[in-house]
C-alpha cells in the first residue's frame, strides 16, 4: 500500500479509478461501482462525494468552457487543489473511486493531490453493455445532460436555473446483494446549455421595475436592459433618485432587493446587476423653496 504524505501528515488511502470516456455514463454508474468496491469517497469532475453528500469542492460542470473544464476536473488551479487535499486530510479516507476520462487524466489527478497510484482500474466497458454506452453519447450530445451522483438537493443551489431533474435508481447490487437506493441529479453545464431560458427576459425586467416603484428612494426607471445567459440574467438600469437620499445608499439596497427577489421568485441566479443613478428628483415645493434661498444669497 501506497503512502498520502502531505503537510507532514501520513494517511493510508486505497485508490481506485473509473475509467471511460466522456459521455459514457461514468457518473450514472459511481456510486454502483463505488458500493460494489466497499468504497464510500468518491472524485467527480472536481467534487468529493461522500455517499450522498458534496463534502467539498465545486462542480467542474460549471466552468465556462471545456478547456476550463478539464483544468478544475484535475485540479489544475491552486486554490481548488489545495482545497481537495484540505478535505482529504479531514475526512481521512480508508479508499477513495477516481472518475476519469483516461488513464492519463487518473494519473493527472493522483499527482496533483498527492495521491497513490490506483489499486485497482475499473473501465466503463466491464459495467456497462455497448448499447447502454451508446445511449448515453446520443443524450449526451443531443440533449446535453450530464449527471452528477448526488441528490438534488444537494447541489440545488449550486447550480440554481441548471438542474434539469432528479433520478432515483434502484439496485439490488452491493455489499451481501442488499438493494440500495441512488438518487442522481441532471444538469446541464454551461459549456454546453442547449436552448433559451424558459422564463422570458420581460419578467426579470417587470420584477425590477416593480421593486422600483415600491422604492421610496427610486423616483423612475429611465432604462432597463436585460441580458440572458447560461449563468443567469444580466441587468442594466438607470434610475432617477429622489432629493434627499443617500445615492449611494439607496442604489446599494435597490440592487439587494433585485437579486433577492428575483431568485427566491425564478431559482435562477443572478449574474450581474449594475444599476446607474442618472437623475435627480426634486419635489416642487423643495425646488420652489431653494430657489427662494438661492436668490436670498
Known amino acids: 500500500m501506497q503512502i498520502f504524505n502531505n503537510l507532514n501528515q501520513n494517511t493510508d488511502i486505497k485508490v481506485y479509478a473509473f475509467i471511460g470516456p466522456s459521455g ?5 454508474r459511481a456510486q454502483m461501482v463505488a458500493n460494489e468496491n466497499n468504497i464510500s469517497y468518491i472524485i467527480d469532475d472536481g467534487l468529493l462525494i461522500n455517499e450522498n453528500d458534496v463534502v467539498c469542492g465545486t462542480s467542474a460542470k460549471k466552468a465556462p468552457t471545456k ?18 487535499k484540505k478535505a482529504l486530510r479531514k475526512y481521512k479516507p480508508d479508499s477513495i473511486l477516481i472518475l476519469g476520462t483516461s488513464d492519463g487524466m487518473i494519473d493527472k489527478i493522483t499527482e496533483n493531490l498527492g495521491l497513490p497510484k490506483p489499486i485497482k482500474k475499473i473501465y466503463i466497458e466491464d459495467v456497462a453493455t455497448e448499447t447502454e454506452m451508446e445511449t448515453a453519447k446520443r443524450i449526451r450530445t443531443t440533449q446535453g445532460k450530464h449527471v ?13 436555473g441548471y438542474i434539469l431533474d432528479p433520478l432515483q435508481i434502484f439496485k439490488f447490487k452491493g455489499k451481501g446483494n442488499n438493494p440500495y437506493m441512488a438518487e442522481k441529479s441532471i444538469i446541464r453545464p454551461t459549456f454546453s446549455y442547449l436552448g433559451n431560458f424558459t422564463i422570458s427576459d420581460t419578467v426579470f425586467r417587470q420584477i425590477a421595475e416593480y421593486l422600483a416603484k415600491r422604492s421610496s428612494a427610486i423616483y423612475k426607471v429611465m432604462r432597463t436592459r436585460v441580458e440572458s445567459t447560461p449563468e443567469g440574467p444580466v441587468i442594466y438600469m438607470e434610475v432617477s433618485i429622489n432629493y434627499g437620499n443617500n445615492i449611494l445608499e439607496a442604489l446599494r439596497e435597490f440592487k ?22 442618472k437623475g435627480l428628483h426634486m419635489e416642487e415645493n423643495n425646488a420652489e423653496s431653494n430657489e427662494e434661498k438661492n436668490k436670498e444669497s
Open 148 to 160: 452528477i451522483p448526488v441528490p438534488t438537493f444537494e447541489i440545488k443551489k449550486d447550480f440554481s
Open 256 to 277: 439587494q432587493k433585485i437579486k433577492k427577489e428575483i431568485e427566491i421568485l425564478t431559482t435562477m441566479t443572478v449574474k450581474d446587476i449594475t444599476i446607474v443613478a
Open 24 to 28: 459514457t455514463g461514468k457518473s450514472y
Open 67 to 84: 478547456v476550463e473544464t478539464v483544468r478544475q476536473a484535475i485540479f489544475i488551479n491552486e486554490k481548488e487543489r489545495n482545497e481537495m
